[in-house]
């Protein structure tokens, strides 16, 4: 049987979204004032040495953080990534559960800075800073 | 097969789980300095449809990290201690990316690499990174 996430988180929808649908799954908890994401590091996200491979994490901070963003706007914007920064402060270990939220920290126009440390474990082990930029997009729930 | 695999460019397989799920990856034989290759398709995208940029991180880490380790060339392996990625443009469905590695300083305990990924002559990405050196058995 497979693991269950967490008490209140459920899988998130990626249907439209080909690259998360491949790379997950992904559960969401909503009913905070930010959702929270999470994860299982299965074995077909692992690298050679049977951790989480680097770009599972980036890929996870970069949706949540881009997700984040089109939630609060009520589905009304949508966003590309400008930049993300990673830092990398510990492995994952396959089995691992991983959990992130996206915080919003600085506005600037259009161009939002958002930071989406991902945690295992009760300790962070990746740091993500990144810019985003907004536009209005109707049609992204 | 709509998109053909450029001539001088074979797959390769690092023995990396995800790399197996999201390739297939490929190389340029004969290059002096590992260089990678992905051919996008519609599995790699976003809402939006253009390139996921977890596909592109993922990438330039792993083209950065096999550069370096190749060009050592001495059984040690390294891991990514920080990825700071520009998307400077897209790419869609069809489109060939390569990342092109510059080592910055590839001696040491902790190495230094640039990557930028291109659509032809387009750069879409620019990565800088920093990468700790081991040994295998260290790590077991």
Known sequence: MAAQPPLGFGLLDCTHLPFNHLTGPIYIKEGDSTPRFGMFILPQHSDAEGFAERGVLATLADMVAGRSLVIASNFTLGCFTISLNLEFLAPVPQGGWIETTAKLYGQQGNVAFVACDISYDGNVVMQANGKFKQFPHADLR | ?140
């Open chain 2, 1 to 140: 097969m709509s998109h053909p695999v450029p001539e001088g460019y074979q797959s390769i397989d690092f023995g990396i789980p995800f790399l197996q799920l999201i390739g297939p990856v490929y190389h340029k034989v004969g290059a002096p300095v590992l260089h990678l290759a992905m051919r996008i398709e519609h599995k790699h995208c976003n809402a939006l449809g253009s390139v996921h940029g977890g596909l592109l991180a993922t990438l330039a880490d792993v083209a950065s990290v096999r550069a370096l380790v190749q060009a050592r060339n001495n059984g040690q392996r390294a891991f990514t201690i920080s990825l700071n990625t520009d998307y400077i443009g897209q790419a869609v469905e069809g489109d060939w990316i390569e990342a092109h590695i510059t080592i910055k300083k590839g001696s040491g305990g902790v190495a230094f690499a640039l990557c930028e990924i291109k659509v032809d002559d387009k750069l879409i990405v620019v990565s800088s990174g920093s990468f700790k050196f081991f040994t295998p058995s260290e790590a077991s």
